[in-house]
T-cell receptor, first 110, second 113 residues
Framework: GENVEQHPSTLSVQEGDSAVIKCTYS??????FPWYKQELGKGPQLIID?????GEKKDQRIAVTLNKTAKHFSLHITETQPEDSAVYFC?????????FGSGTKLNVKP | EAEVAQSPRYKITEKSQAVAFWCDPI?????LYWYRQILGQGPELLVQ????????DSQLPKDRFSAERLKGVDSTLKIQPAELGDSAMYLC???????????FGEGSRLTVL
């Protein structure tokens, strides 16, 4: 089955700096890669996603890149703000199943 | 905006008691998932439904857990009897078939004493 690894497990940045979270996957059949933001006590919220036929996608301050050859994808947050502090999960999808990374706790210091 | 509804949000129970969680997916979403999330970890699939049929329950502890989606709309996850190790967040999610976009509910936080 698919195996998704996510790094780092914790990330602390100063407000205004950029943050990068990386994930790798093992199954070349995976074709959809969403990212979720989870605030304390709440369910994960989809923030951005990318499909395997696209290399990069941006939405305001967040972007995701995908390298199919190397089987890795990354989340980039620019101009971080305190409200970006949360746990972020990556996932890989194939054959109607999702495989989640272990999460990155992002702390943005004001 | 359409949401996945879950209840209760919080449940405290004693071990050996029965507990049930309810989920109402986004209208029209044929695929429904129940996940368990232990603090500090990613969601782990318990059971997946396609309409009213179970597609995958390989990770569901069937001696104590059961799930149903009788009319292919809302779903119930039951634990009986609850054990201390069942303390976790139980997340319901839904998606349109084969699109990949997965939407989560707010979750049900279970504490077993």
């Amino acid at each position: 089955g698919e195996n998704v690894e996510q790094h780092p497990s914790t990330l602390s940045v100063q407000e205004g700096d950029s943050a990068v979270i990386k994930c790798t996957y093992s199954d070349s059949a995976s074709n959809y890669f969403p990212w979720y933001k989870q605030e304390l006590g709440k369910g994960p919220q989809l923030i951005i996603d990318i499909r395997s036929n696209v290399g990069e996608k941006k939405d305001q301050r967040i972007a995701v890149t995908l390298n199919k050859t190397a089987k890795h994808f990354s989340l980039h947050i620019t101009e971080t703000q305190p409200e970006d502090s949360a746990v972020y999960f990556c996932a890989a999808y194939n054959f109607n199943k999702f495989y989640f990374g272990s999460g990155t706790k992002l702390n943005v210091k004001p | 905006e359409a949401e996945v509804a879950q209840s209760p949000r919080y449940k405290i129970t004693e071990k050996s008691q029965a507990v049930a969680f309810w989920c109402d997916p986004i209208s029209g979403h044929a695929t429904l998932y129940w996940y368990r999330q232990i603090l500090g970890q990613g969601p782990e699939l318990l059971v997946q439904f396609q309409d009213e049929s179970v597609v995958d329950d390989s990770q569901l502890p069937k001696d104590r857990f059961s799930a149903e989606r009788l009319k292919g709309v809302d779903s119930t996850l039951k634990i009986q009897p609850a054990e201390l190790g069942d303390s976790a967040m139980y997340l319901c999610a839904s998606s349109l078939q084969n699109t990949g976009e997965l939407f989560f509910g707010e979750g049900s936080r279970l504490t077993v004493l």
